[in-house]
């Protein structure tokens, strides 16, 4: 719902002081892009904007923000409904593309929104104002592409109490920032001596009004202040003489002579109303109690007591910032209860109108705990689905005994847990959650209860998934077949969002047993893939087709991967997407096809379609570099390392783990190899603290690399022996190959090492295994490898040599068919090969039939 007030020009009153050096430096912001005025409370940037609109001959679009304008879709919707007031029927076509995302999305909302401001025939500017409240980067972001890209007959105004929150230094440096700084604000000494002349009652001397402008140094809220205090002072001269001391201490001061010369029921009503966010005479009522509200209001506005209209007719109004944060602060120090009292009135009246975001908020401060969750729980589905962070934060601020025995958003808590990496407190609410609604069989009908126990379920297979249980994974996976076999609601909440990425969707990355997960994943997708309408399977086949690739087993894994990127309910999960586009790029590097690897990922560029579009295209950007660096061209990777802002003294966390391992490569290459050392040193202390496999041997390997570079070899083969040791057991085999020529060139030192160890091993690692990866790089090893397959291996490939099937060869050595099966599939893998034919010229070229 539109709050129409938020888009319209505020009003001001009629005596103002005439500002023409003022408005003359807000005119030079048409010559940029964006004008930022800037200033604490008190400093009159709304006035002085109204003002400056009244004699602007372009187009005003006004938007005023709050703290509920945290939202993405929220905050570009009311920025088209104003620029519609002024321009009737504009960017109706945008419309759509907001509403597909909450947060940034460059790449189609705000391009097309620029766009439509370029057809614009005239000049129009924008204004935001109380930016302040902004938090959500995804605005920020947004915001600073859309200046980026505005037609120069476009202009950006934003008044706010700090700084901004993105970069501007580039704007300003290319003469697109204009700035309105305190200093400019601020009443000279010409100004306050007009202010107190033409707009106050007071007779003050030329002295007087000089003192009173030093000690307050022009700030308007405080010349305000003391005029409306000085009215009733018997003693002007030593009145004046008290005003003395910082801003904060002026306003208290002449807030609380303000507050206590009126009467008792305007004080009662400035209190309790002081809590709102905005008012019209139907809200005060409510919460007041007071049937005279609208009077009351139009009587602070005659006596110029810090209240805005907000409308022309008068029909909603809101306090300065520095009156209501000083009426808040008495009443919740003096009256604790009218405090809580006037939050659950007013939350009353805001759910009754149809607000009710905003009533969720009061309902909390009035700790009207059950309330709050009820109107949650009534729009639950929508807050996860476009509200997802005002949701986190009602949610966090809950006690948690306020909604044990409300299954969707207990479930809610336990994603945002999920989450936000706290996964110990997450596994404790799920057993707990598990065991309450069991116990609630008998209260829901079984379709209720089959529905919130299949929810519970996934969230209990996702906590033993990050414990690396797949036994129990499995099994709960099968109780959410049972319970709900189209799937849980959370298998696809968020599911074009980016909510960390890496360090959640990568899920190979969380188990360290490869043969394991083979079956476990295998099995899952044989059980969903015939289920037209479920995208969850998607996470499986990423996950599958890495673990193929990582097998060098290039032509099952292109398979799966085909497999998923046909099914048209995968396709617009940008977070499954991601992954399977990166793993069939990699695929097809490896099999030859640099081109289509490379164009692979630039069609993904234009196949995601999230509002974090942004944040997704940082991850294909790195994985460009990385392709960029294994087809032998710097130039692509040296540009990344230029515009993508991280750096080898970045904190390290799992989220960004894929970009910093291209950054440690990246700066190998540039012999920059203590800066990639220092960086992959604290990689490795996390990877180990969160006892993920792969990546640690990701990380050895490049450190190896680096090492090497620099000379150190037995420091780097050391590295790289613990690297072997690692991977040997799992199979890893392209973590190795994929770094090139260069670990070639490393295994074949250490194979020529250790080759005459004691029983063809390297310490703990195979002299098998190292020459297995040396075959598959295509390096010629002088020794025949007959120690490469087991002797069960050999006599299945002299059986195959013979012409026998599977079948018989199990008959003849006395094993099943499926073990035959694995069995050739081992040696296809240690022989690079995906068929009979080549897997026994492999053979016959290595001499291992023997």
């Given at each position: 719902?539109?709050?129409s007030?938020?888009f319209?020009?505020?009003h001001?009153?009629?005596?103002?002081?005439?500002?023409?050096?003022?408005?003359?430096?807000?005119d030079?912001?048409?010559?940029?892009?964006l004008?930022?005025?800037s200033?604490?409370?008190?400093?009159?940037?709304t006035?002085?904007?109204?003002?400056w609109?009244?004699?602007?001959?372009?187009?005003?679009?006004?938007?005023?923000?709050?703290k509920?304008?945290?939202?993405?879709?929220?905050?570009?919707?009311?920025?088209i409904a104003?620029?519609?007031?002024?321009v009737?029927?504009?960017?109706?076509?945008?419309?759509?593309?907001?509403?597909?995302?909450?947060?940034?999305?460059?790449?189609?909302?705000?391009?097309?929104?620029?766009?439509?401001?370029?057809?614009?025939?005239?000049?129009?500017?924008?204004i935001?104002?109380?930016?302040?409240?902004?938090?959500?980067?995804?605005?920020?972001?947004?915001?600073?592409?859309?200046?980026?890209?505005?037609?120069?007959?476009?202009?950006?105004?934003?008044?706010?109490r700090?700084d901004?929150?993105?970069?501007?230094?580039r704007?300003?440096?290319?003469?697109?920032?204009?700035?309105?700084?305190?200093?400019?604000?601020?009443f000279q000494l010409?100004?306050?001596i007009?202010?107190?002349?033409e707009?106050?009652?007071?007779?003050?001397?030329?002295?007087?009004?000089?003192e009173?402008?030093?000690?307050?140094?022009g700030?308007?809220?405080?010349?305000?202040?003391?005029?409306?205090?000085l009215?009733r002072?018997?003693?002007?001269a030593?009145?004046?003489?008290?005003?003395?001391?910082k801003?904060?201490?002026?306003?208290?001061?002449?807030l609380?002579?303000?507050?206590?010369?009126?009467?008792?029921?305007?004080?009662?009503?400035?209190?309790?109303?002081?809590?709102?966010?905005?008012?019209?005479?139907?809200?005060?009522?409510a919460?007041?109690?007071?049937m005279?509200?609208?009077?009351l209001?139009?009587?602070?506005?005659?006596?110029?007591?810090f209240?805005?209209?907000l409308?022309?007719?008068?029909?909603?109004?809101?306090?300065?910032?520095?009156?209501?944060?000083f009426l808040?602060?008495?009443?919740?120090?003096?009256?604790?209860?009218?405090w809580a009292?006037?939050?659950?009135h007013?939350?009353?009246?805001l759910?009754?109108?149809?607000f009710d975001?905003?009533a969720v908020?009061?309902?909390?401060?009035?700790?009207?705990y059950?309330?709050a969750?009820?109107?949650?729980?009534?729009?639950?589905?929508?807050?996860?689905?476009?509200?997802s962070?005002?949701?986190?934060?009602?949610?966090?601020?809950?006690?948690?005994?306020?909604?044990?025995?409300?299954?969707?958003?207990?479930?809610?808590?336990?994603?945002?847990?999920?989450?936000?990496?706290?996964w110990?407190?997450?596994?404790?609410r799920?057993e707990q959650?598990r065991?309450l609604?069991q116990?609630l069989?008998?209260?829901?009908?079984?379709?209720?209860?089959?529905?919130?126990?299949?929810?519970?379920?996934?969230?209990?297979?996702i906590?033993?998934?990050?414990?690396?249980?797949l036994?129990r994974?499995s099994?709960?996976?099968?109780?959410?077949?049972?319970?709900?076999?189209?799937?849980?609601f959370?298998?696809t909440?968020g599911?074009?969002?980016?909510?960390?990425?890496?360090?959640?969707?990568?899920?190979?990355?969380?188990?360290?047993?490869l043969?394991?997960?083979?079956?476990?994943?295998?099995k899952?997708?044989?059980?969903w893939?015939?289920?037209?309408?479920y995208?969850?399977?998607g996470?499986?086949?990423?996950?599958?087709?890495?673990?193929?690739?990582?097998w060098?087993?290039?032509?099952?894994?292109?398979?799966?991967?085909?497999?998923?990127?046909?099914?048209?309910?995968?396709?617009?999960?940008?977070?499954?997407?991601?992954?399977?586009?990166?793993?069939?790029?990699?695929?097809?590097?490896?099999?030859?096809n640099?081109?289509?690897?490379?164009?692979?990922?630039?069609k993904?560029?234009?196949?995601?379609?999230?509002?974090?579009y942004?944040?997704?295209?940082?991850?294909?950007?790195?994985?460009?570099?990385?392709?960029?660096?294994?087809?032998?061209?710097?130039?692509?990777?040296l540009?990344?390392?230029?515009?993508?802002?991280?750096?080898?003294?970045?904190?390290?966390?799992l989220?960004?783990?894929?970009?910093?391992?291209?950054?440690?490569?990246?700066l190998?290459?540039?012999?920059?190899?203590?800066d990639?050392?220092?960086?992959?040193?604290?990689?490795y202390?996390?990877?180990?603290?969160?006892?993920?496999?792969?990546?640690?041997i990701?990380?050895?390997?490049?450190?190896?690399?680096?090492l090497?570079?620099?000379?150190?070899?037995?420091?780097?083969?050391q590295r790289?022996?613990?690297?072997l040791?690692?991977?040997?057991?799992?199979?890893?085999?392209?973590?190795?190959?994929?770094?090139?020529?260069?670990?070639?060139?490393?295994l074949?030192?250490?194979?020529?090492?250790?080759?005459?160890?004691?029983?063809?091993?390297?310490?703990?690692?195979?002299?098998?295994?190292?020459k297995?990866?040396?075959?598959a790089?295509n390096v010629?090893?002088?020794e025949p490898?007959?120690?490469?397959?087991?002797?069960?291996?050999?006599?299945?490939?002299?059986?195959i040599?013979e012409?026998l099937?599977?079948?018989?060869i199990?008959?003849?050595?006395?094993?099943?068919g499926?073990?035959?099966k694995?069995?050739?599939?081992?040696?296809?893998?240690?022989?690079q090969?995906?068929?009979?034919?080549?897997?026994?010229?492999?053979t016959k070229?290595?001499?291992?039939?023997?």
């Amino acid at each position: 719902m539109f709050v129409s007030t938020k888009f319209h020009i505020p009003h001001v009153r009629n005596k103002l002081v005439s500002r023409p050096r003022l408005m003359n430096n807000l005119d030079e912001g048409m010559n940029a892009k964006l004008t930022l005025v800037s200033a604490q409370a008190g400093y009159g940037k709304t006035t002085a904007l109204c003002e400056w609109v009244k004699q602007c001959r372009a187009h005003v679009a006004w938007i005023s923000l709050d703290k509920q304008d945290n939202d993405w879709t929220q905050f570009w919707n009311y920025v088209i409904a104003s620029i519609q007031e002024r321009v009737p029927g504009f960017a109706i076509e945008v419309l759509p593309l907001i509403e597909k995302g909450t947060s940034l999305s460059f790449s189609h909302a705000i391009t097309a929104l620029v766009n439509e401001l370029n057809r614009l025939p005239g000049e129009l500017v924008i204004i935001f104002d109380d930016y302040q409240f902004i938090e959500l980067d995804a605005i920020h972001q947004s915001l600073i592409y859309l200046i980026s890209y505005l037609p120069s007959h476009i202009h950006i105004y934003i008044a706010s109490r700090s700084d901004l929150a993105f970069p501007t230094a580039r704007l300003l440096a290319k003469g697109e920032l204009h700035q309105v700084i305190m200093q400019d604000l601020r009443f000279q000494l010409d100004e306050g001596i007009i202010f107190f002349r033409e707009t106050t009652e007071l007779s003050l001397t030329n002295q007087q009004v000089m003192e009173l402008h030093d000690q307050t140094e022009g700030w308007i809220s405080g010349l305000q202040l003391a005029a409306i205090s000085l009215k009733r002072s018997n003693n002007i001269a030593e009145s004046i003489h008290q005003f003395g001391g910082k801003q904060s201490h002026i306003a208290d001061y002449l807030l609380e002579e303000v507050f206590q010369h009126q009467s008792e029921p305007m004080r009662s009503f400035l209190m309790e109303t002081s809590i709102l966010n905005r008012m019209n005479r139907s809200l005060c009522e409510a919460v007041t109690g007071q049937m005279n509200s609208q009077a009351l209001l139009e009587t602070l506005e005659q006596l110029n007591l810090f209240i805005h209209p907000l409308d022309d007719q008068r029909n909603w109004y809101r306090y300065h910032h520095l009156l209501s944060a000083f009426l808040q602060q008495i009443l919740y120090r003096t009256n604790p209860n009218k405090w809580a009292q006037a939050h659950i009135h007013a939350a009353n009246w805001l759910e009754k109108h149809g607000f009710d975001e905003e009533a969720v908020e009061h309902f909390l401060e009035g700790k009207q705990y059950a309330d709050a969750v009820r109107l949650i729980e009534k729009n639950l589905h929508i807050l996860m689905q476009f509200k997802s962070i005002a949701l986190m934060k009602w949610v966090s601020v809950l006690p948690e005994d306020c909604f044990a025995e409300k299954p969707m958003i207990e479930m809610f808590y336990i994603s945002v847990l999920l989450g936000v990496g706290k996964w110990e407190a997450a596994f404790q609410r799920v057993e707990q959650a598990r065991a309450l609604f069991q116990a609630l069989k008998e209260k829901l009908t079984d379709a209720e209860w089959n529905r919130i126990m299949g929810n519970i379920y996934f969230f209990s297979a996702i906590t033993s998934y990050l414990q690396k249980d797949l036994v129990r994974t499995s099994e709960y996976f099968e109780l959410v077949e049972r319970h709900v076999p189209e799937g849980s609601f959370f298998q696809t909440m968020g599911r074009n969002r980016y909510q960390g990425y890496d360090s959640f969707d990568d899920h190979l990355a969380f188990i360290n047993d490869l043969h394991a997960a083979h079956k476990f994943l295998l099995k899952w997708i044989q059980h969903w893939e015939y289920k037209a309408e479920y995208p969850f399977v998607g996470f499986l086949y990423a996950t599958y087709s890495k673990l193929l690739y990582e097998w060098n087993m290039l032509e099952e894994a292109e398979f799966y991967v085909s497999q998923a990127l046909g099914r048209k309910d995968v396709q617009p999960f940008a977070r499954i997407m991601i992954h399977l586009a990166v793993s069939a790029s990699r695929i097809q590097q490896a099999k030859g096809n640099a081109s289509l690897a490379s164009e692979l990922l630039q069609k993904l560029k234009s196949q995601i379609d999230s509002p974090d579009y942004d944040l997704f295209m940082l991850k294909v950007d790195a994985e460009q570099s990385y392709l960029s660096l294994r087809q032998g061209s710097l130039e692509y990777s040296l540009d990344w390392l230029r515009r993508c802002g991280l750096s080898h003294t970045d904190e390290v966390s799992l989220s960004r783990l894929a970009e910093h391992l291209v950054l440690a490569r990246v700066l190998t290459v540039c012999w920059r190899m203590e800066d990639a050392l220092y960086l992959l040193e604290r990689m490795y202390l996390l990877l180990s603290e969160e006892d993920r496999l792969r990546d640690r041997i990701k990380v050895l390997i490049l450190q190896s690399m680096a090492l090497q570079r620099l000379g150190q070899l037995d420091t780097a083969l050391q590295r790289l022996e613990t690297a072997l040791q690692l991977g040997e057991p799992e199979g890893y085999v392209r973590s190795f190959i994929d770094e090139g020529p260069e670990i070639a060139d490393m295994l074949s030192a250490y194979l020529k090492l250790h080759q005459g160890g004691p029983s063809g091993n390297a310490g703990s690692v195979s002299i098998r295994y190292v020459k297995q990866l040396l075959l598959a790089m295509n390096v010629t090893v002088k020794e025949p490898l007959k120690e490469l397959l087991t002797e069960q291996e050999k006599r299945i490939m002299r059986l195959i040599a013979e012409g026998l099937s599977n079948k018989e060869i199990g008959h003849h050595l006395n094993i099943t068919g499926e073990t035959v099966k694995s069995h050739i599939k081992n040696v296809y893998r240690k022989l690079q090969v995906n068929n009979r034919l080549k897997a026994l010229q492999r053979t016959k070229d290595l001499e291992t039939l023997v």
